[in-house]
């Protein structure tokens, strides 16, 4: 079968192997659709944290199950399935919590094992959400669309409440949506103009605001001087991650959803002056996923405005690159196995 590996910082390879065979409690997937994300741009560029090479990248899957023993979810073969794919030891003191996203110990497919990017693969079945009534391209959003889900709901996001979303990417877009779902106004911020229209027009965000010197103003006008109830980091970017409270309402929450390699710095009499609560959100749980997934089949999401870029495997490599310019107006590209 044919996979695609990423042998070094800047350099694809499509190579050759033989299928893989399912273990116990495992199932055999062949895989439809890969969506592209941040992470696989960070980890092409060699800037990914928790990342090391060769690794065969992908953990936006749209998949069929060829193989699979009998199951609790009633999962056959031929089934649409959504692959959860964080692995985690289900003993940790986080999963014993019930935060399986930030178990201690946890494996994400495509980061620290092997990804998507390949004809078949096996996972083990715990880690497969039925999607029976999915299309391809929804079931390879789920993924990026579950992370905002799973943001929102650390956020304790409440019907009415004014939020910024820092960044218009596949990420920043699934929070505005799943926000606008929940009733609050979306104020955007992105320092790419198109991107913003996009937001605009497609997702129906209130307000939007090309970041730039006067973004603390605007954001103030926009909100009559309260500033925002929540703000989520979507970009990963320093500078912009920074920026956060900045936005944010006394008494507010910051939700960082972008993640940085290196170290951040706020300052503190301004972040205490509003008793800010500082939060990371990290992946996403089953329950995410399988809200997200009754949003899609609701038709609540524009995934065909969403889905950009879409090519099969063999002309992935030539494409990539194009992928990483911001000129050639990628939003989620896709890749067809």
Known sequence: MKYIVCEKPGEFVLKEKEAPKRKTGEALLKVTKVGVCGTD???YA???PFFTYPRILGHELATVVEEIDSNEAGIQAGDH???MPYLSCNNCVACKKCKTNCCTSIQVLGIHTDGGMQEKITVPVDILIPAKNLTHNQMAIVEPLAIGAHAIRRAGLQQGETIVVIGCGPIGIGIMKLAQLAGATIIAIDVNQDRLN???DKIGVNHVVLAGANTVDEINVLTNGDMAAAVFDATGHKGALESGP???SHGGRYVLVGL???ELTFTHPAIHAKETTIMCSRNATVADFKYVISVLEKGEFPVDSFITHTV???AMIANFDSW???ATGVIKATINF
């Open 41 to 43: 741009l960070h980890a």
């Open 46 to 48: 060699g800037n990914q």
């Open 81 to 83: 399935v959504v692959v």
């Open 198 to 200: 996009y937001a605009k």
């Open 246 to 248: 900045d936005y944010m």
């Open 260 to 262: 940085s390699k290196g």
């Open 312 to 314: 099969d495997y063999t």
């Open 324 to 326: 990483v310019n911001p």
